[in-house]
């Protein structure tokens, strides 16, 4: 238990999460998350301007894309890395940026490609992420750009994970993570249900 802002909160330690098949595109994402949160996360991962929710702070899309303001584009570095060594284990990119993040440090802090077993997989750190609201989106946009390296090497995507140091859930948003988990479960066993149906009706 813990607060922030004033909100009580649930906090688990040290998270990792193993996303074996990273997809953007998530159905159950599509189906049961918050459409304005994912495009809000959507335009921090993909618009330049200053996100004033965060106190005027960078972009993710800036940080990534156009580093300190230098023009560098540490995705395109990273492509460039995998491609000059396949092996490397140092395509390593940050969206700190500690002359001048003073009033937001962002949540997601390192993100490091490699490529093993012949796909393009990611590792990545954050101080501490929101499942309660913003997880979800955070997850669809890291997938989207893994993809996009993995589009650009020409290689298959392969697992994610993310460690996460402090994973946190609001308490006013329990019932509405209650309310979706049931409702994705309640999807997925009608969803096995026809299947064993279709299967009986086959064999007959």
Request: include cysteine; aromatic fraction near 8%.
């Amino acid at each position: 238990m813990g607060s922030f802002g004033g909100l009580p909160l649930l906090e688990c330690d040290l998270v990792t999460l193993d996303v074996q098949y990273p997809n953007p595109d998530d159905p159950i994402i599509a189906q049961h998350a918050s459409q304005e949160w994912l495009g809000w996360m959507r335009s921090n991962f993909t618009d330049h301007h200053r996100v004033q929710e965060l106190g005027d702070a960078r972009s993710y899309a800036s940080r990534l894309f156009d580093y300190m303001g230098s023009g560098r584009n540490q995705i395109a570095a990273v492509v460039e890395t995998l491609r000059r060594d396949a092996r490397a284990s140092y395509a390593t990119i940050t969206t700190l940026e500690p002359l001048t993040d003073v009033t937001y440090i962002p949540c997601v802090s390192l993100l490091d490609f490699w490529l093993r077993s012949g796909s393009l997989e990611l590792v990545v750190y954050a101080h501490s992420i929101d499942f309660g609201k913003k997880g979800f989106a955070n997850l669809v946009q890291l997938a989207e750009l893994q993809r996009d390296v993995a589009s650009e090497l020409n290689a298959p995507v392969g697992p994610m994970v993310m460690i996460v140091k402090s994973a946190t859930i609001y308490q006013t948003e329990l019932s509405l993570m209650r309310e979706v988990i049931s409702s994705a479960q309640r999807a997925s066993k009608e969803a096995t249900s026809a299947s064993e149906q279709s299967a009986a009706r086959f064999d007959d």
